[in-house]
């Protein structure tokens, strides 16, 4: 009765509420780096808890996505005290103009393309969204152009101050896509700009550029992808000089069965490398979980402006009716030198082998287990500490449950 007096006071076109609820058991041993024989493995549940309200009134949309994020026990159970998990995801008003032009301000999800410099990074519990103005234009069904910016402060203030989340102080992108009869287009150029404190006195912000282009094609049976994206500018008072290739090509052999090769190159800065230029690729605000191994060794959170990457991988999938099982094994090499004090050491960092298998138990729940194992060498060890010869692995099961608990329409 609420919700229906609700959706005739604001005389909405269309009201929607829906929830999801996202608990995760993890067994952590030796995941995101190796652990050595003097570290114990760890296991936790966290969760994530979202109340999803849209509201389409006319040309208007609005959006707001509440979620608490948590640990199981991070607060006792007669708790006192405020938990800071709570938080907006998304919160944001778009306005059609009409059928070309739309215009969202607010924090909102930026994802494009596979997801590799601009995703929504769902696995994490928190996810990742921006403050921003977006203008999103559609001439036609063929093309689509989205420009963006955003501008970040600590808070409201009288005098200025050293921005100190870490995040961008500023920035601008600009993206345009496309589609042939069965293959999409596209172009993406980002501008951000770094602010950091060069004395008490002093603020400065420097600005890196990441520009490139993606590909998609589908024919009959075949599937792939390319992409390449260059990075310049200046960071901490280096010269950036990097640079991004990926490609990957899949076969549907029959009805249930999916198979993908494919490889990635992240440029990285060798440990002996003199020339004052930072030659490491940052692909940024991408869903790196995607990338590289689930174990998250690379660019979750680490190994930026380091060695860089080659990321040679394979997929192996079979999908029937409310089950699918994912094998993606991957071989790591770092792309440039890594030396142990006077040695250079071999390139190659070593194996990782993922398997998730999902269930669809319900319209609105599924479940997930993954298991992986990583095989690390001497130098992944001189890399990011530990002990390879150590067994390093980690699983995990996840419960989904979203539901969409009503939707009215006038």
């Not at 390449?228 to 899949?250: D, E, F, P, R, V």
């Not at 174990?295 to 060695?307: K, Q």
């Not at 394979?314 to 029937?320: D, G």
């Not at 319900?362 to 194992?373: F, M, V």
């Amino acid at each position: 009765m609420f919700f229906g007096m609700l959706a005739q006071t604001f005389f909405a076109q269309e009201l929607t509420l829906g929830v999801e609820l996202r608990p995760r058991y993890e067994y952590r041993n030796g995941y995101n780096t190796l652990l050595d024989n003097t570290q114990n493995p760890v296991s936790f549940v966290s969760q994530r808890s979202r109340l999803n309200l849209g509201l389409y009134y006319d040309n208007l949309s609005f959006v707001v996505k509440a979620q608490d994020i948590r640990v199981w026990g991070d607060v006792a159970t007669n708790q006192t005290q405020k938990h800071n998990g709570l938080s907006i995801f998304e919160g944001y008003a778009q306005y059609h103009l009409d059928s070309i032009w739309n215009f969202r301000i607010g924090r909102q999800v930026l994802s494009y393309d596979n997801q590799r410099i601009f995703g929504e990074v769902n696995w994490a519990q928190q996810g990742r969204s921006h403050d921003a103005l977006l203008v999103l234009i559609r001439p036609n069904k063929k093309q689509e152009l989205h420009i963006g910016a955003s501008v970040s402060s600590n808070a409201e203030t009288i005098a200025r101050s050293a921005y100190s989340v870490n995040n961008y102080k500023n920035m601008q992108l600009l993206w345009y896509q496309y589609r042939f009869e069965n293959s999409k287009l596209s172009a993406l150029f980002l501008n951000n700009g770094y602010e950091f404190e060069t004395d008490q006195q002093n603020l400065k912000t420097q600005y890196m550029q990441t520009f490139g282009i993606f590909y998609r094609f589908k024919s009959y049976k075949w599937f792939g992808e390319v992409s390449a994206y260059k990075q310049t500018g200046t960071q901490n008072n280096l010269n950036i000089s990097a640079w991004y290739g990926g490609i990957a090509l899949g076969v549907l052999p029959s009805e249930n069965w999916q198979i993908v090769v494919g490889a990635e190159y992240l440029s990285g800065t060798a440990m002996d490398d003199t020339s004052k230029t930072n030659k490491s690729f940052n692909p940024l605000f991408g869903t790196n979980h995607k990338f590289n191994g689930f174990m998250d060794y690379f660019y979750v959170g680490n190994h930026i402006n380091s060695v860089g990457l080659m990321d040679i991988y394979a997929q192996l999938k079979f999908k029937k009716n409310r089950f699918s099982f994912n094998l993606l094994p991957h071989l790591f090499f770092s792309a440039e030198n890594v030396w142990n004090v006077s040695e250079p050491m071999d390139n190659y960092l070593g194996t990782e082998i993922d398997v998730v298998t999902t269930y669809k138990l319900h319209k609105y729940i599924s479940a997930e287990l993954g298991y992986s194992q990583l095989f690390g060498s001497q130098t992944m060890d001189v890399l990011k500490g530990g002990d390879s010869n150590r067994c390093q692995n980690w699983a995990w099961v996840m419960v989904t449950v979203k539901p969409q608990i009503f939707s009215l329409k006038k």
